[in-house]
Every structure is written in structure tokens, then in C-alpha cells.
């Protein structure tokens, strides 16, 4: 047992998480303000999705954590371990497996179900931000649905590029009502938004929290005569041959060789140990690293 | 048609040691329908400005001057834009237009605003100006660099462009030569038959004697000239 | 007939000082209504106490939405209107043309998204229409089509001025608030201007209020005129005859100090 109180901030602190986390659930793509806390992690490095996950955690949860799809990078371990010693939760990379997922700029490959949460690291939760500096008129727009400066970086990015440029992070509508920035996912993953699993957005630099309850209406932002297409690489993994899944891009040699591969590190795996295998790949080996 | 009655102005100069200068006291005067009626009177005794007065261009201190059944002394500021539009014409002594825009245009104007459609009001500007013996190669240019002449012809052509009611004449043919004198005389005489009230100032004893039913001397409402 | 906008009793003040008091006319469709008066005159703030910008602390400033089955045509009063109707009345059917064209423009959007700002705000969603309009109103503002995407830091001021009107005119406003529309422009670029929302003006049928301390372009571009001198209207009625006969002293002097050429 550790000398933290579980999950390390203390039950106050949790209380007024929650009571903004059932706001946002209540109001579907509202940036609900909250007392973010100072976090043994700088900003900018996950304390909006760890400050939420704290908060929701319980003794008889299993926690995965994935940053861009992965489980083994720096900050993914990080963060697992952190919660391993605070809260002494249960582990895994597997995604059935896991109640609680903290995420960083992803959305699991495998459908989520119903009693499971999704945790999303956001940095900048604000849609018109860019557009708009000023948070006293973004929040008047909001609050009286002027939504036309969103379609405005939309157009500006047809006249510039032809289609729209905005690949990750790209804004969506809930419920007909809010516009919201769901975190930097690929825009691949946004029709994901509208699933069986409970979403939390946690902001901590910028102190805002969001959710979506399961089966929440999400809509792209589109034009009528460009309308919206969650874009990938047109190839399959090289290791596990899915179509379907968001990939990374290596770069093999200086040849220019390269290789592609699911983002979603878990997925992939599971894949191979059912016995798939893609162009570059090899039979899954227990023991590989 | 035009009823004036009663009428007094005066004119008080704040800024010039607070001077009043009373200009006309009592007049009162009616122009019926096909009337042309004569201003007379020595230059200052108030002609152009009983004018003014009845365009609503210069205030009235009291009395009425009804056109139609509209009292321009007391109408509120739409009324006497309607008027002007559909009702009152007025041919000033010089003729003031907006800059950049073609004597064709300037023509064709009091058609345009009440409803015409430009090809066909064009084509009447185009008529006035070509009976008004004003050259084709002039009409796609503003009139700001016209001679005295020639701007008195496009502000006549302007004036009888649409068929007021009523129309009021400040020396339309001052600067004329005998030739276009005859022109506009014409065209006056046309208005008259059409039934127009008209109030016009002529120093031109012959053109009076020409169009005008009556003469009405002004020199006797002006305060300090009447007998 | 209704009025398009009534104003009555109007007042704003700044703590002691009058910034405009005692302010009531009408204004019919078509009408365009002048505001003169020199720094200090409280013409500026009436103007945008009108258009909403700021609060007054006296008087109403009724407007006729059309509201269908309404007997007096549908005049609301816009002073104790909600926030997101009044709004939504100044993207649509209200229009504010600002002296310096970046305070009416957004200068990092291209001139199309500037002009289909408004337009994709009342929800048009189809990228082709709206680029489409864009052209047609840079084409009416003699801006060439080929500007479209630029942005405003790229345009010489009066075609930032041009701009910033086609971008207000492009959702069919009826009535227009201008505010020096051609202050600080050259001569010869301001006459351009000038010519332009005359032209508009009439075309469209606008009604538009327009604050201005240039007797020339009162003269040029409004029916009628309102004087004013620290705060208060000393004097109103036809351009031409306020102009031609004014009666108040300080009418008279303003007049009478206009630099003929």
C-alpha cells in the first residue's frame, strides 16, 4: 500500500472532479471549468486525463494506458505506474480487459462496451481558439451557438487545399448543440466518438473538463458539397494485414524504405496471435518484445 | 395645384452679430393645373427664394404652401422627398449634380427613382438631350466640365424628364441661345398643355409674355421694398 | 406606414457627462439619415448606442422585424431585446460599417471567408454557393475575383473598406450603420467609396445611418440630417435644407466653415 490517498488527490479534490464530470455528461460537449490541480507531471504531459482518471478510478478497476495507440512508449508507461503505486489498480494492455483507458490522441481500435471509460488527454479545448483569442467571446459563442468562424476555418482550408486540411482534431457537433475538439485524434477516429463506452475529455493546463454519454449524436463539421471522410493510408498493417485500423508510417532505411503498422499496439497483437499476419510480418512469438 | 398662403421668412444670421433680415411677409398665391405663372420682381426682392421655400429647400416661418395636398411648411422630411420624387420638379439657376456620374445618368435619375426601367429611361434622357441639342459624344461624361450653357440644358433635360404636376422654372433659359431658347420654350409650352402648374422666373420679358398666364410681383411681400 | 427604426428619448451617459441625450426620429425604409457634429458632438456614441454597442440609460430604439401578425408591424424594442436575439438581428437584417476597416474585419481569414462569414453563420453549408457569393459581392465592391483568397493585410485601405461593406451588404441587411466610413481615405479613394454605397444604397433599398464630420458626404449621401453639438440634436430635417438654411447659430457656423474648393 502506498502513502498516497488513492489515486493520489485527495477525496475533496475528487468530489469536485466528479461533480464536473457529471456536469459534462449532463451538457454533452461542454467545457465545464474545474480546479485543476498541480500534478507531479508538468503541463502538457497528460494531468487533465490523469486528474479525470483519478477521480474515477476504483479499487476493482483495470486500468490500460496508450499514448498514440501504444502501450510501451515513455509516458504510457509513466502514467501506468504512477497509478500502480497511487491507487494499486490492476494493469493490462489487453483493451477487453481494461475498464478505465487513459488515452492520448487516439481512440482504441476495438469497440469499446458498455461499463468501460475512455480518458482523453486534451490540450487545448477550445475549437475556436485559433480563430478566436479571446475567451471571453468564445464563451459567448458557445453559449449562443454562433458556430459560423468554425465553418469559416473550414472554408479557408478548402480555398487553400483544396478539401479540408484538418486531419487530427477535427471539430465535431454533439447533440445538435456544442461544437467540441475531440482531442487530437486522426480524424479517422471520429465517427468512433458516437460509442457504447462512457468519454471524459480532461484539460489540466487549461482547466476544462467534457464528456460524452454512450451513444451521443457526434457529427463532423462538413460543407455540404465537401463532405467528410475519415481519411488513413491506403495500405494494410505489414505485421498483422488489417484494413481497418489507423497506422504509423516507419521509415525502414535510408532507402527510403518503409513499413506500416496499426497504430493500436494491443490490436495489432491480438491479431497476430489469432494467427494474422501482414506483408512484412512475422508468426507471433510469445516472448517478443 | 400649388397654394401659397400667407407665407413669411426671414433670415437671422447667428454668427454675424445676430442679424435679422426679414425677407418676405404675407405672400400668398395659387397656380392651378395647366397655369404657368411669372415670379417678377427686382434681384433680391425674393423670387429664387419664394422657390426654394415652396421645394423646401428654404424653411417657412408661417403660413402654408400646400402642393397637392401636401404642406411643405410643415411636412416632416419624407413627405417632401415623396414629393420631389413624384410631384414637384424643380430646374434651379445652376445645376448641381453629383460628380462621376454621366449626363445620360443624370438625366434618366428622376425616372429611375420612381420605378422606370433604365433601358427605357435611358432612351428618354437620350431624346431630351438630343432635342436639347446636347452632342451623343458628351452624354457618357459627368457634366461637371460642361459650359454654363450646356449644364443649363442637362439640368433642363433633368427637370422634364418625368412628368411632375407641378414645376417650378429658375431662369431656365439664362444662358440659351436663341436656338435652344426656342427649344425649352416649346417644352414648357408641351408641360402647360399636359396640365403641369407652373411657377417660373424669367428675366426675359418675351418668354413671360409667351408662357405666362399672370405675373406676380414679389417686390410687394418683400418687408421695405413694398409700396 | 411603420417606421423601419424609431428612436425615442435616447440617452447615454458617462458617469456626470452627456455622451448623447434627448435623441428621438423615425426612419423609414429608404431613408438615409445623416449625423453630423465635430469631436466631442456624442454622434459616435448615439450611432453605436443605436446599433446596440453600448447600452442607454434612457429611451428605446425600436426596429420593425416584420414579425408576422403584428398590428404596428413588428417594431421590438432592441434596447430590452436578449442578447442572442439582438445579435442575431446584427448579423442579419443590421449592418455596421467601422471607420477602420480592421475593427469590422477579421484580417487573418481570406476576403472570401470574410465576405461568407455571415452567410455560413445563418447555416449556408455549401462551400460552391457561398464561394460563389463571395464573388458576386467582391465583383459589386470592384474588388477583382481573383483577390478572393487573400487576406485583408494584402488589400490597399480602401479596398479594405470595400470589403468590409460587401462582407455586412452579402446577407441582405435593411438597414446599415456607418461610422467615417470614408475617414482617413484618400480623396479620390474616398469619392470611389462615395459613388459605391450611394449606388448600393439605392439599389438595394437600404435604409443606413451614417455619423460623418464631412458636409460633403451628408450632402452626397443622405435625405436627411441630424446636427449635433455636445450631445444634444441642434437641429434636424432635409440635408438640403439644413444645409442650404440652417437655422441654429452652430449649424450656421459649420456651414459656413465648410473649405470650398
Known amino acids: 500500500m502506498s502513502d498516497y490517498n488513492f489515486a493520489y488527490l485527495d477525496e475533496q479534490t475528487k468530489r469536485m472532479i466528479r461533480r464536473a464530470i457529471l456536469k459534462g455528461l449532463a451538457i454533452p460537449g461542454y467545457q465545464v471549468p474545474f480546479a485543476s490541480r498541480e500534478m507531479p507531471m508538468p503541463y502538457g504531459w497528460g494531468t487533465g486525463g490523469v486528474q479525470v482518471s483519478a477521480a474515477v478510478l476504483t479499487p476493482d478497476d483495470t486500468f490500460k494506458v496508450i499514448d498514440?495507440?501504444?502501450?510501451?512508449?515513455?509516458?504510457?508507461?509513466?502514467?501506468?505506474?504512477?497509478?500502480?503505486?497511487?491507487?494499486?489498480?490492476?494493469?493490462?494492455?489487453?483493451?477487453?480487459?481494461?475498464?478505465?483507458?487513459?488515452?492520448?490522441?487516439?481512440?482504441?481500435?476495438?469497440?469499446?462496451?458498455?461499463?468501460?471509460?475512455?480518458?482523453?488527454?486534451?490540450?487545448?479545448?477550445?475549437?475556436?481558439?485559433?480563430?478566436?483569442?479571446?475567451?471571453?467571446?468564445?464563451?459567448?459563442?458557445?453559449?449562443?451557438?454562433?458556430?459560423?468562424l468554425m465553418h469559416v476555418k473550414l472554408y479557408e482550408d478548402i480555398s487553400q487545399h483544396g478539401a479540408i486540411a484538418t486531419a487530427y482534431a477535427y471539430p465535431v457537433k454533439v447533440e445538435g448543440r456544442y461544437v467540441m475538439d475531440p482531442s487530437p485524434i486522426p480524424k479517422f477516429d471520429n465517427p468512433k466518438l458516437n460509442m457504447a463506452a462512457i468519454q471524459l475529455f480532461g484539460a489540466g493546463r487549461e482547466q476544462r473538463i467534457y464528456a460524452l454519454p454512450p451513444f451521443t449524436e457526434v457529427i463532423s463539421l462538413d460543407f455540404d458539397d465537401y463532405p467528410f471522410e475519415p481519411t488513413k493510408a491506403d495500405h494494410a498493417c505489414d505485421l498483422c494485414g488489417a484494413e481497418d485500423s489507423y497506422l504509423d508510417e516507419l521509415i525502414v532505411d535510408d532507402a527510403g524504405g518503409r513499413m506500416f503498422m496499426c497504430s493500436d499496439t494491443d490490436y495489432c497483437t491480438s491479431r497476430r496471435k489469432a494467427g494474422h499476419i501482414g506483408a512484412q510480418g512475422v508468426p507471433y512469438a510469445e516472448d517478443a518484445a | 395645384m400649388i397654394s401659397i398662403q400667407n407665407v413669411s421668412k426671414s433670415f437671422t444670421l447667428h454668427n454675424q452679430g445676430a442679424a435679422v433680415i426679414p425677407v418676405m411677409h404675407s405672400a400668398s398665391l395659387d397656380v392651378a393645373a395647366g397655369e404657368c405663372i411669372a415670379l417678377i420682381g427686382a434681384s433680391g426682392a425674393g423670387k429664387s427664394t419664394l422657390m426654394r421655400m415652396i421645394y423646401g429647400n428654404y424653411l417657412t416661418a408661417s403660413g402654408r404652401i400646400l402642393v397637392g395636398d401636401v404642406d411643405v411648411a410643415s411636412a416632416a422630411p419624407r413627405q417632401i422627398i415623396a414629393l420631389r420624387r413624384t410631384t414637384l420638379g424643380y430646374v434651379s439657376q445652376f445645376l448641381r449634380v453629383v460628380p462621376r456620374v454621366s449626363t445620360l445618368d443624370v438625366v434618366a435619375e428622376p425616372l429611375l427613382v420612381t420605378g422606370t426601367e433604365r433601358a427605357a429611361a435611358q432612351d428618354i434622357a437620350r431624346g431630351l438631350l438630343a432635342r436639347l441639342n446636347i452632342p451623343e459624344r458628351l452624354w457618357s461624361l459627368s457634366p461637371t466640365t460642361f459650359s454654363g450653357g450646356e449644364q443649363q440644358r442637362v439640368n433642363i433635360a433633368r427637370g422634364f424628364a418625368y412628368p411632375y404636376p407641378a414645376l417650378l422654372l429658375d431662369e431656365p433659359t439664362a444662358s440659351l441661345d436663341p436656338v435652344n431658347r426656342e427649344t425649352v420654350l416649346c417644352m414648357v409650352e408641351e408641360a402647360k398643355a399636359r396640365g403641369t402648374a407652373i411657377i417660373g422666373i424669367f428675366h426675359d420679358a418675351d418668354a413671360r409674355a409667351r408662357l405666362c398666364n399672370r405675373e406676380v410681383d414679389v417686390t410687394r411681400y418683400t418687408p421695405g421694398l413694398a409700396a | 406606414m411603420t417606421p423601419l427604426l424609431q428612436v425615442e428619448n435616447i440617452a447615454k451617459f458617462y458617469g456626470p457627462r452627456i455622451g448623447c441625450t434627448d435623441v428621438s426620429f423615425d426612419l423609414y425604409p429608404g431613408e438615409v439619415m445623416g449625423i453630423v457634429g465635430e469631436s466631442g458632438s456624442g454622434k459616435s456614441t448615439l450611432l453605436n448606442t443605436l446599433a446596440g454597442h453600448l447600452t442607454p440609460d434612457r429611451g428605446a430604439v425600436r426596429f420593425d422585424t416584420r414579425a408576422d401578425g403584428q398590428h404596428d408591424g413588428g417594431l421590438r424594442d432592441t434596447v430590452t431585446m436578449s442578447e442572442p436575439e439582438r445579435r442575431m438581428l446584427s448579423r442579419t437584417d443590421w449592418a455596421f460599417v467601422h471607420q477602420h476597416a480592421r475593427d469590422g474585419l477579421r484580417m487573418n481569414v481570406s476576403a472570401g471567408g470574410n465576405v461568407g462569414e455571415r452567410l455560413m453563420a445563418v447555416n449556408a453549408r455549401h462551400y460552391g454557393q457561398i464561394r460563389d457569393t463571395a464573388i458576386d459581392w467582391l465583383g459589386r465592391v470592384e474588388i477583382a475575383a481573383d483577390r478572393i483568397d487573400d487576406r485583408p493585410t494584402a488589400f490597399s485601405g480602401g479596398m479594405q473598406q470595400r470589403l468590409q461593406i460587401a462582407r455586412n451588404l452579402v446577407t441582405g441587411p435593411r438597414l446599415v450603420f456607418m461610422d467615417e466610413p470614408t475617414g482617413g481615405l484618400d480623396v479620390s479613394v474616398q469619392a470611389r467609396l462615395l459613388d459605391l454605397l450611394r449606388g448600393l444604397v439605392r439599389e438595394m433599398g437600404l435604409s443606413a445611418i451614417i455619423v460623418t464630420h464631412d458636409l460633403a458626404v451628408v450632402r452626397l449621401l443622405a435625405d436627411r440630417l441630424m446636427v449635433m453639438k455636445d450631445g444634444r440634436v441642434v437641429e434636424s430635417g432635409l440635408t438640403d435644407q439644413v444645409l442650404d438654411d440652417p437655422q441654429h447659430a452652430y449649424t450656421q457656423l459649420l456651414v459656413s466653415s465648410v473649405l470650398q474648393v
Open chain 1, 68 to 148: 498514440q495507440g501504444a502501450d510501451d512508449t515513455t509516458n504510457a508507461v509513466s502514467i501506468r505506474r504512477f497509478f500502480q503505486k497511487t491507487a494499486n489498480v490492476a494493469v493490462t494492455e489487453a483493451t477487453a480487459d481494461a475498464t478505465v483507458i487513459q488515452t492520448r490522441h487516439r481512440i482504441p481500435e476495438e469497440h469499446l462496451r458498455a461499463g468501460q471509460i475512455l480518458v482523453y488527454q486534451v490540450p487545448i479545448p477550445e475549437p475556436l481558439r485559433f480563430l478566436e483569442p479571446s475567451e471571453v467571446e468564445t464563451r459567448k459563442m458557445h453559449a449562443l451557438e454562433e458556430y459560423g
